[in-house]
């Protein structure tokens, strides 16, 4: 008997849960439910993470959190819920089935049958954003070498477990050589691993489009958080409904599984909900505490009940469907079903599929690392980065010389060009003359010499190498 911990959610959350956790029980589940508040009402009672401190101890003490949809009010500082319990958790690997039901479900990709392992817990989702003038922005991308580590091999193992036969890699690298250009770099290194399973990479944007148009064409999909949130939806929504898809939320210690669609409250206490989608999140729960047996028994209700044409109203289509169901009854026709198997569409076969066990990772031996330059930002109200060259050159200690000026990373000096638009947000890039390393100490010489130039200053980025390789980007036009 498995301890779980459940929070029934909001909206068409509660009842969702019932319907998931009725067909799971008459299955055979062996878990024991030990029930948590989360979201809107713990929101609206002043807390703004829509989470008790108690419920943590619960989820941490469980380790496997079966969470329905939510609602996160509007304004107020709220932070998604979804987002801190990946963080906090250390939720690493969100994954992903996207499997099509045709002819049973409408979709132009009748024999799509993907997953997405997405990163969870980095990249643009770190949040960390400022306001740095009065007419720029900035959120900042992080890509760690543990956090690509840990969820390409996770996307390799997966595959291995589920006899999947390809896995692809999504970057962006071809513009963010150093972010995405790891996380790639890193897919090339641990792919070498998994010789028996076929690798690639595409750039993100032709291959959203090529899954977009061909989805059959790809099996396994790694990539970095914003397009792995991005692109599950989109693949979700092609098998035919974002409405039936879960997902698992994988961590070294813990994991939560959940529907894909929100709360949908106009929908909530009229016991119309598809309960699909948790479902899915449930059966994903159950291979992942080893009761894979339950697992396939449901899925192939599951399955064999869509085939049948039991559908609620959000998959409920004259002519293909032949009965329009609630919630309640969708549940008890699937619990009906246990047992058989589909006869048109795939029936399962979960073998081995207990959570995978991940190696921990091992820090590598640092790289040697010279300081070797410095970008300093200001922001300035001119036009002509000429005139700010004149200003900024004063600023540089003897040994160090101005190099370049980017205005949105678009170099404007020297050599800029007239019709380039400028903000008043600029990067004045210094190297030292001689080429050799700087020290901090040249740094701070430079911001108190902007102080007395009465320069705005409003940060800083060093310049690496490691190894002696350049650890930093080039102005665009450089």
């Known amino acids: 008997m498995k301890k779980i911990t459940v929070a029934k959610g909001d909206g068409i959350g509660p009842e969702i849960m019932d319907a998931t956790l009725k067909i799971i029980l008459a299955a055979g589940a062996e878990i024991e439910i030990e029930e948590i508040q989360v979201g809107e009402k713990v929101y609206l009672s002043g807390n703004t993470s829509g ?3 108690e419920s943590w101890d619960v989820i941490r003490r469980n380790k496997v959190f079966l969470k329905a949809p939510i609602t996160t009010p509007q304004g107020g500082g709220y932070k998604s819920l979804n987002v801190t319990t990946r963080k906090f958790l250390g939720l690493y690997s969100n994954v992903r089935p996207c499997l099509s039901l045709h002819p049973f479900i409408a979709t132009k990709h009748p024999v799509m049958d993907i997953v997405i392992v997405r990163e969870n817990e980095e990249d643009l989702y770190a949040g960390i954003e400022h306001q740095q003038t009065d007419e720029v922005v900035q959120c900042l991308k992080l890509i760690s070498r543990p956090g690509c580590e840990k969820i390409v091999r996770y996307a390799f193992e997966y595959a291995k477990q589920y006899n999947r036969k390809k896995v692809t890699c999504f970057t962006k690298d071809n513009i963010m050589k150093q972010t995405d250009g790891l996380f790639h770099k ?40 914003l397009y792995g949130d991005v692109l599950s939806d989109v693949a979700a929504q092609i098998t035919g409904s974002v409405g039936l898809a879960g997902s698992a939320n994988i961590g070294d210690e813990c994991a939560m599984f959940e529907a894909i669609h929100g709360s949908a409250p106009r929908r909530a206490g009229q016991n119309v ?29 599951w399955l064999k009940t869509l085939e049948d044409g039991i559908h609620t109203y959000d998959i409920f289509k004259e002519g293909t469907s032949k009965k329009q169901v609630s919630t309640t009854e969708f549940a008890d026709a699937v619990i009906a079903n246990l047992g058989q198997k589909p006869e048109i569409l795939k029936a399962v076969s979960y073998a081995n599929t207990a959570a995978i066990n991940m190696p921990k990772y091992v820090r590598k031996a640092p790289k040697t690392k010279k300081l070797v330059g410095v970008d300093i930002f200001v922001q300035w109200n001119g036009l002509n980065p000429d005139e700010l060259a004149e200003k900024v050159k004063r600023i540089a200690p003897s040994d160090m010389k101005l190099k370049m000026i980017t205005n949105r990373g678009i170099k404007v000096w020297p050599e800029g060009f007239s019709e380039t638009f400028c903000t008043d947000h600029w990067r004045c890039r210094f190297h030292p003359i001689e080429g050799e390393a700087i020290g901090k100490e040249e740094i701070i010489q430079l911001l108190n010499n902007a102080i007395r130039e009465d320069i705005d200053t409003i940060k800083t980025e060093n310049l690496y190498e490691f190894d002696g390789v350049a650890a930093y980007s080039l102005g665009q036009g450089q």
């Not at 729960?285 to 028994?297: D, R």
């Open 51 to 53: 989470i008790a401190p």
């Open 186 to 225: 890193v897919f090339d290194e641990i792919a070498k691993e998994y010789p028996e399973i076929e690798n690639e990479h595409w750039i993100i944007d032709i291959g959203a489009a090529k899954m977009a148009d061909t989805p059959e064409a790809f099996d396994v999909i790694v990539m970095p958080n």
């Open 273 to 301: 909900a598809n309960p699909s989608g948790l479902l899915q999140g449930a059966i994903m729960m159950l291979n992942h505490i080893g009761q894979s047996t339950v697992a396939e028994k449901v899925q192939n209700a």
